[in-house]
């Protein structure tokens, strides 16, 4: 059983992960080439109840973690950890303030190669920062979820139902007019190989970290 200690460090891990993540996915907003898969469909909801004055992205990508969330507890509870709560509550605000911190760079108005580069540059960050989120063990994003439960109970490759779970999202989140492009499938191939590539990496860094501060 966990001590205190050791759940404290590893929500500490997951808080690093998912800013990390964020970071990435608030590149892809602002590359504007396509937002990445879980978020053309927040973008598709965002703009269907744009008429809701106090609605940001961040709100409604908190409202669809819930849903996901609350899904799950209904299903298989052994997957909602105080982590997969605190990705739900702080995912959404994350986004909404590295949007304002980074506007003023302007992305959406480079050249196409510069705004290929930054999104190319927040796949590989979004990846590295998920699996970090994975590998604290404390829980995990709600979207991230999706993918994990079911490569749990069908035993097939988490970078392969990424892909296919993306997908879904970007299918459900375009036809509710999210914004769609090159970026969305960069993003639905690339995120979730580059993935496999860091979990073990990350696996390793945690265990280490845990194993030296917790004795």
């Known amino acids: 059983m966990r001590s205190t200690r050791e759940w404290l460090i590893r929500v500490i891990i997951l808080m690093v992960g998912l800013t990390i993540a964020h ?3 608030t590149l892809f907003l602002l590359a ?5 898969p879980f978020n053309v469909l927040i973008q598709g909801l965002y703009r269907t109840f744009s008429g809701i004055s106090f609605l940001t ?3 409604v990508h908190m409202v ?5 969330i609350l899904i799950l507890l209904i299903f298989d509870r052994s997957y909602i950890k105080i982590g997969t709560v605190l990705c739900m509550i702080c995912g959404g605000p994350i986004i909404d303030f590295f949007t304002i911190c980074l506007t003023p760079l302007a992305i959406r108005s480079w050249p196409f190669p510069g ?3 930054i999104l190319a540059l927040g ?4 990846a590295y920062g998920m699996t970090i989120v994975i590998k604290s063990d404390a829980g995990t994003g709600p979207n991230d979820l999706v993918a994990i439960v079911i490569s749990d109970k069908t035993h097939k490759p988490f970078s392969i139902l990424r892909i296919v779970v993306d997908l879904c ?4 989140g375009w036809l509710l007019g999210g914004i769609f492009g090159i970026g969305t499938i960069v993003c639905a191939g690339l995120v979730g190989p580059v993935a496999g590539i860091f979990l073990p990496i990350n696996e ?3 265990n280490g970290i845990i194993a030296r501060t917790v004795r």
Request: hydrophobic content about 60%; aromatic content about 4%.
């Open 115 to 117: 705004r290929l580069a």
């Open 123 to 126: 796949c590989v960050i979004l």
């Open 23 to 25: 970071l990435g996915v």
């Open 64 to 68: 669809i973690s819930l849903l996901i």
């Open 169 to 172: 999202f970007v299918l459900a």
């Open 32 to 36: 504007e080439l396509g937002s990445d």
């Open 57 to 59: 992205h961040g709100r």
């Open 204 to 206: 390793r860094l945690i």
